[in-house]
T-cell receptor, first 114, second 115 residues
């Protein structure tokens, strides 16, 4: 069965520091992978997606993620955190083929302090 | 139309009552999804429509839950005889099917509290 596992339910960084949010996936076939962000009382917004093209994916707001098949990982990074990055981040996997439901990880809450 | 809308945003009900939520997708989107998100968890898939056809239902969708998309536009999710365990955020998403992959756009959700 396909799954997305996020390591660390809470991550705290200083403003200007590197952001690293970890996601490992499980899939028997090459998956599509996504990162979404959720601000309080809002829906999910797509940050970036991997669809078997380039392994380094650039998204919005300065975020990027690298697909590593050997590690079954799709970690999200941003070189310099901003206060406005504080939110909940979700990794999701969608197996290629079949219908398009997303399977989400449990989420990582990012806190950014001055 | 600037995005997916959901109504109501909040619903408080007593155990045993029926509730219905509405989702209006982005107008040209032919796919519509319902997810449920409980506190501290990621969204869990409930059901999926392509146009008016309901093509997949999760085991999470018990007999008390029913979803419709009668004309392939808006969708409703009804929960009968609500239980406290139904308290959650119900998210709707829509997408436009293209060759290969499509992006799901999420609405703001309906937060259900069952007392």
């Amino acid at each position: 069965a396909q799954s997305a596992t996020q390591l660390g339910s809470h991550v705290s960084v200083s403003e200007g520091a590197l952001v690293l949010l970890r996601c490992n996936y499980s899939s028997s076939v090459p998956p599509y992978l996504f990162w979404y962000v959720q601000y309080p009382n809002q829906g999910l917004q797509l940050l970036l997606k991997y669809t078997s093209a380039a392994t380094l994916v650039k998204g919005i707001n300065g975020f990027e993620a690298e697909f590593k098949k050997s590690e079954t990982s799709f970690h999200l990074t941003k070189p310099s955190a901003h206060m406005s990055d504080a939110a909940e981040y979700f990794c999701a996997v969608r197996p290629s083929g079949g219908y398009n439901k997303l399977i989400f990880g449990a989420g990582t809450r990012l806190a950014v302090h001055p | 139309d600037t995005g997916v809308s959901q109504d109501p945003r909040h619903k408080i009900t007593k155990r045993g009552q029926n509730v219905t939520f509405r989702c209006d997708p982005i107008s040209e989107h032919n796919r519509l999804y319902w997810y449920r998100q409980t506190l501290g968890q990621g969204p869990e898939f409930l059901t999926y429509f392509q146009n008016e056809a309901q093509l997949e239902k999760s085991r999470l969708l018990s007999d008390r839950f029913s979803a419709e998309r009668p004309k392939g536009s808006f969708s409703t999710l009804e929960i009968q005889r609500t239980e406290q365990g139904d308290s959650a955020m119900y998210l709707c998403a829509s997408s436009l099917s293209l060759a290969g992959e499509d992006e799901q756009f999420f609405g703001p959700g309906t937060r259900l509290t069952v007392l």
